[in-house]
């Protein structure tokens, strides 16, 4: 399955064969993938895999392991609010990176459909 899995990520980015993508990978950092872009590979990994997600709090945070206000993904676009508070060294965004292994692992949590 973890080989599929990279195959969805694969097809559905746009990623090409020559750029190595192993259970280590970071979703955001090393692939790009956030935002919308991150949400619509979710999406497409449920509907790929016969699973959901979403838990009984109707959030990403079972399947992921999330604390509350914790996401998996930046917002897209620039926020000007975003970049004076990292300037600072905040970030108002509590963001897990998480890498192709963890989403692997919400794979095998999910709820079944």
Do not use: P, W
Not at 44 to 68: P, Y
Request: charged content about 30%.
């Amino acid at each position: 399955m973890r080989l599929n899995l990279i195959a969805v990520i694969r097809q559905h980015q746009g990623i090409s064969e020559k750029k190595q993508i192993s259970e280590y990978t970071l979703l955001e950092k090393n692939l790009g993938i956030t935002g919308d872009d991150g949400e619509e590979l979710l999406e497409e990994i449920e509907k790929q895999f016969l699973v959901s997600f979403i838990g009984k709090d109707g959030t990403l945070r079972d399947s992921f392991e999330l604390d509350k206000n914790q996401y998996i993904f930046h917002s897209e676009g620039f926020n000007l609010f975003e970049y004076f508070l990292s300037l600072f060294g905040k970030e108002s965004e509590k963001v897990e990176s998480i890498t192709v292994g963890q989403l692997y692992e919400a794979v095998l949590r999910a709820t079944r459909t």
